[in-house]
C-alpha cells in the first residue's frame, strides 16, 4: 500500500509538472503574439510619425522657399543683389533656422515616440514556471527518499 502511495504521489506531481509546462508554453504563445501586436503597433506609430514629420517638412521647405523669394524680390526691387552680401546673409540665416527648428521637431518626435515604447526589461515569467515545476519534482524525489 506504501508503494502505491508513492506511485501515485509521482502520478500526481508529474502531472502538476505537465500542467505547469503547459501552462508555461501557452503564456509564452500567448506573450509571443502581444510582442508581435505590439510591434505592428509600433510600426504603425512610427509610420505615422514618418509621414506626418515628411509633411511637416514639405511644409516647411515650402514655406522657406517662399519667405526667400519674397526676400529676395524685395531686395531685388530696392536694387540691392540678391545673391550677395547681406541678401545672403538674410537666406543664410533663415536656411539655419529653418535646419534647427526640423532638427528640435525630430527630437521632440524621437521622445514621443522612445516614451510609448515598452522596456526591453519586461520579463515574460517564463522561467517562474518551470523553476515552480523543478521544486515541485524536488518535493517529490524528497518524499520518495524519505
Known sequence: MAQ???IASLVGTGLGVYGQVRTAQQQR???RVQEENLR???AAQQAQAD???AARARERQQGLARTIAAARAR???GGVAPDEGSAAAL???LTRDAAQDAAEEAAVTSARLAA???SLLTPDGSL???LRAGQSLGGVVRNLLD
Open 51 to 53: 509621414a506626418q514629420s
Open 75 to 77: 531686395l531685388g526691387a
Open 4 to 6: 502505491l502511495a508513492s
Open 91 to 93: 537666406a543664410a540665416g
Open 29 to 31: 504563445a500567448s506573450s
Open 116 to 118: 510609448g515604447r515598452r
Open 128 to 130: 517562474n514556471s518551470f
Open 40 to 42: 505592428q503597433q509600433q
